[in-house]
Every structure is written in C-alpha cells, then in structure tokens.
Antibody, heavy 121, light 111 residues
Framework: QVQLQESGPGLVKPSQTLSLTCTVSGGSISSGGYYWSWIRQHPGKGLEWIGYIYYSGSTYYNPSLKSRVTISVDTSKNQFSLKLSSVTAADTAVYYC?????????????WGQGTLVTVSS | QSALTQPPSVSGSPGQSVTISCTGTSSDVGSYNRVSWYQQPPGTAPKLMIYEVSNRPSGVPDRFSGSKSGNTASLTISGLQAEDEADYYCSSYTSSSTPVVFGGGTKLTVL
C-alpha cells in the first residue's frame, strides 16, 4: 500500500518561501509510471493543481503559479518537495502531495493526508 | 472559477439515488475519457472513486458509477448511505495550459 506524507512548517511569513516535503512509502518514486504532484485547497474551497514532477526530474507547473513554484525530487530518500516563493495570505491552504498515474492522465490514485500552511506575520 | 462546472450541492434520502454532473468543454471532458471522481469527507483527503469515466478502483462499492455524454460527465450514487455524505470533485485531463483540471466540488447531503 502506497502512502504519502507531507511535512514542513505550518506557518510562513508573508514574502517568504513555503517549503514542503512529501515522503513516499510502500513504493519507489524511481520505478516510473507516475507523476508526483502537489495540489492545494484553500479553506472551504475546491482543489487547485500546483504541478508535478517525474522521477527523471521533468516538471510541469500550473501557469498561474509557475513563476513562484519549484518542485524537486530526491530519489535516494524517496521524497519530492515543493517550494513556493513570495507567499501572501492568498497562499494559505491545505497542501496535498499526490500520485498521478501516467497512463491514465489526471487520475490521482493516492493522496497524502494534507498539511495546513498559514501565511501570516 | 473552476474549469469544470459542478452543482454546489445535491441531496437525497437514504436508499435513494443521486447524480452529480460535471460539465467541461471539448478541450477536456468532451475529448478525453480521462474523467475521475473523488470523495472528500470533512477534514480528510480526497479519495479516488471513479477513473476513466466509469472504472471503479478496488474497494469502491458498486453503488458508485460514472458515465459521460458529450462535454458532461456524471457520478451516480445509488442506495444512498449516511457515510456517503461528503464533497465530491471531478477532474479531467485537458489539452489546455494545465494537464489536470478540477471541478468546483459538490456537497452531498444525506437527509
């Protein structure tokens, strides 16, 4: 059973960089076949796709966030990470890491439990 | 504004059936059989319920079914149970600037 677990600060100051890590267990990121993704959900709102990375390092970002987002992968630790720069209160949300099945694009078969990140001074 | 349009809420009594619609365009739902549905009970992460329009992952009850006609996909839940009360989101592959688009979500209330 694949499990994903987000970790990182729950409080970030405005203008700083939000950094989160997702640790994958029960499966190897290096095995291929999946895009490793970050998705967020503003309080009481719907889901917003942030971007994803393949184990090779190829990335794809939501154009609306692209200038501020970096997703990286560390296959040795079976982890992938999110950095979102110059955050504002509008970036306050629950951040989920998730796995997208490549051959069935847009199918997210596993999700982390989510972590609330609040942007506030 | 979400890329896919869902009704904000639906409701039904135990035992009844409800259908949630998800309307997109010819750039997403209408052109690809890559529609998924997710269930999100309050305070929890989304869970995959349907993929590729009508396929159920292992462990999902057959009370949940999916279909598509033109630019609109639908999720039908038959034999409603109290435990089905949750938010439901659709998603689709798309040829637009982002490969994944979501609906705005539908709150299902079991009366």
């Amino acid at each position: 059973q694949v499990q994903l677990q987000e970790s990182g600060p729950g409080l970030v100051k405005p203008s700083q960089t939000l950094s989160l890590t997702c640790t994958v267990s029960g499966g190897s990121i290096s095995s291929g076949g999946y895009y490793w993704s970050w998705i967020r959900q503003h309080p009481g709102k719907g889901l917003e796709w942030i971007g994803y990375i393949y184990y090779s390092g190829s990335t794809y970002y939501n154009p609306s966030l692209k200038s501020r987002v970096t997703i990286s992968v560390d296959t040795s630790k079976n982890q992938f990470s999110l950095k979102l720069s110059s955050v504002t209160a509008a970036d306050t949300a629950v951040y989920y890491c998730a796995r997208i099945v490549v051959v069935v694009a847009a199918t997210i078969d596993y999700w982390g439990q989510g972590t609330l990140v609040t942007v506030s001074s | 504004q979400s890329a896919l349009t869902q009704p904000p809420s639906v409701s039904g009594s135990p035992g009844q059936s409800v259908t949630i619609s998800c309307t997109g365009t010819s750039s997403d739902v209408g052109s690809y059989n890559r529609v998924s549905w997710y269930q999100q009970p309050p305070g929890t992460a989304p869970k995959l319920m349907i993929y590729e329009v009508s396929n159920r992952p292992s462990g999902v009850p057959d009370r949940f079914s999916g279909s598509k006609s033109g630019n609109t996909a639908s999720l039908t839940i038959s034999g409603l149970q109290a435990e089905d009360e949750a938010d439901y989101y659709c998603s689709s592959y798309t040829s637009s600037s982002t490969p994944v688009v979501f609906g705005g979500g539908t709150k299902l209330t079991v009366l």
